[in-house]
C-alpha cells in the first residue's frame, strides 16, 4: 500500500469514527482496493465507505495521473455513480469527510 494511500485510509478511518460518535444508529464499512482498480487496468486506488442499510456507497478515488487531487463518488452498492467531486488532497480533512458521509448517509 503506498503512503499516500494508506494515509488517506486512516484519515477515513478517523472520519468514520467522529461520523459513528455522531450517528451511532447508521451503521458503515470501510474498504480499501489498493489492487482491485490496478487488475482491472485503472491506475487509481479506492477508498470505500458503504452504507449497507441504505444502499448508499462513496468512492474515494486516488488517481496515479492526479497524485493532488481526490475524486469522491456518491452512489449505491450496484455501482451507479449519483455526483462526482473532486477535491485538493492537500485541502481534504476529516471534518470535510464526515460533512460528506452526514450528506449522503443521514436522511
Do not use: W
Given at each position: 500500500?503506498?503512503?499516500?494511500?494508506?494515509?488517506?485510509?486512516?484519515?477515513?478511518?478517523?472520519?468514520?469514527?467522529?461520523?459513528?460518535?455522531?450517528?451511532?444508529?447508521?451503521?458503515?464499512?470501510?474498504?480499501?482496493?489498493?489492487?482491485?482498480?490496478?487488475?482491472?487496468?485503472?491506475?487509481?486506488?479506492a477508498i470505500t465507505i458503504d452504507?449497507?442499510?441504505?444502499?448508499?456507497?462513496?468512492?474515494?478515488?486516488?488517481?496515479?495521473?492526479?497524485?493532488?487531487?481526490?475524486?469522491?463518488?456518491?452512489?449505491?452498492?450496484?455501482?451507479?455513480?449519483?455526483?462526482?467531486?473532486?477535491?485538493?488532497?492537500?485541502?481534504?480533512?476529516?471534518?470535510?469527510?464526515?460533512?460528506?458521509?452526514?450528506?449522503?448517509?443521514?436522511?
Amino acid at each position: 500500500m503506498s503512503k499516500k494511500l494508506q494515509d488517506l485510509s486512516e484519515m477515513v478511518a478517523r472520519a468514520n469514527d467522529v461520523f459513528y460518535s455522531k450517528f451511532a444508529t447508521v451503521d458503515t464499512l470501510m474498504g480499501i482496493m489498493d489492487k482491485t482498480l490496478r487488475k482491472q487496468g485503472m491506475k487509481a486506488d479506492a477508498i470505500t465507505i458503504d452504507c449497507i442499510a441504505l444502499d448508499k456507497k462513496i468512492v474515494i478515488l486516488l488517481h496515479d495521473d492526479k497524485p493532488d487531487f481526490v475524486d469522491i463518488a456518491l452512489g449505491n452498492k450496484e455501482g451507479d455513480i449519483y455526483s462526482s467531486s473532486e477535491y485538493e488532497l492537500a485541502k481534504l480533512s476529516e471534518t470535510a469527510l464526515v460533512e460528506i458521509m452526514a450528506a449522503n448517509f443521514i436522511s
